[in-house]
């Protein structure tokens, strides 16, 4: 069984910054994709980024250029740097991890991850 643990979130000002932690723990061997999604009340949940056992990534257009997603195998953790944040950045943010392949334009489909953590809540003041 495999479990994903969110740390990180917080309130912050417009501006500032927050790291994203997700630990992995179970049966990780081999995790091929792992990806950041968000769902802000009265929302969908929506991808953030993802990034494949290569270390390719991806980002939501919303995002690029302000977030960085990264991870450390050897720990089994997923990391989501996020810098210059947005009163529009305010959701709830999830990690989650799909054992096998798929391409770039499936890792946006939230129902093709197999493992999800419980979530970490961003605040974002203006």
């Known amino acids: 069984q495999v479990q994903l643990v969110e740390s990180g979130g917080g309130s912050v000002q417009a501006g500032g910054s927050l790291r994203l932690s997700c630990a992995a723990s179970?049966?990780?061997?081999?995790?091929?994709?792992m990806g950041w999604f968000r769902q802000a009340p009265g929302k969908e949940r929506e991808f953030v980024s993802a990034i494949d056992s290569d270390g390719s990534t991806s980002y939501a257009d919303s995002v690029k250029g302000r977030f960085t997603i990264s991870r450390d195998n050897a720990k089994n953790t997923l990391y989501l740097q996020m810098n210059s944040l947005k009163p529009a950045d305010t959701a709830t943010y999830y990690c989650?991890?799909?054992?096998?392949?798929?391409?770039?334009?499936?890792?946006?489909?939230?129902?093709?991850?197999?493992?999800w953590g419980q979530g970490t809540q961003v605040t974002v003041s203006s």
């Open positions: 989650a991890a799909r054992r096998y392949y798929m391409t770039p334009i499936q890792a946006l489909e939230t129902y093709l991850y197999n493992y």
């Open positions: 179970g049966y990780t061997y081999s995790m091929y994709y």
